[in-house]
């Protein structure tokens, strides 16, 4: 029988395991900002006492382009879920257009982490959103590469939660409406100018339907007796000569929008 220490001696002799004092940090070099503004746009949230004790705490959706460092869409939620990204997205869209790529986090809002998952089409909901928007989105590996984000949420817990205190804000709706305002003072001040001066965000056409994109959707196969379940519900379907025809052979998609924020 070996002892820990005998085995530790041996593994740091043959080079496998390094003392502490040993080990390098990673070294996080920065990174030039993009040239053109839309290419990509950072997002993150960023949980905190915004209202310092005068509220609850909650979460500031940050949508910052990286060519100038603009806050682009700011908005405050209780947390971080789907359909707040989606009514937050949506509003970024109808403002700017679509932008080349989001660059996000591993949060499992933007991307499927369970190991071995094969239900599905292997995309969460604002994945599959943005495919169909033709809109590519991008994950960083560790927060310094996402670094224009996070140093503008240590920014915002500074300067937004003074802004907020002297506003007297105290709950997620006053804040929102208070937001535009802060948001054209924060970019007239530190924003900086593009090494290109073209904007790379798309116009959104008659054929992007933000309302049906930005909803809930879940396939469902339709069984020989005309149903489907979804959600521990059994629906029935009218038999016609098109329900008929679904039998087994194509799947129902459902669709469920949360009327609270779209």
Known sequence: MLSRETLRQWLMEAGIWKSRKQRQKAVHQPRYRRDCLGEPIQIDGSEHHWFEDRGPKCTPLVYID??????????FVGSETTFDYFHATRRY???HGKPVAFYSDKHSVFRVNQTGATSGNGLTQFERALHDLNIDILYANSSQA???VERMNKTLQDRLVKEARLEGLDNLDDANAFLPTFMKRFNAQFAKTPTSKKDLHRPLTELDDLEEIFSWQEERTVSNSLTVQYDRVVYLLEPNEITKGLRRLAQERFREVNPATL
């Open 66 to 75: 990286d060519a100038t460092g603009r806050l682009l869409e700011l908005r």
């Open 146 to 148: 996402k670094g224009r």
């Open 93 to 95: 869209l109808e403002r």
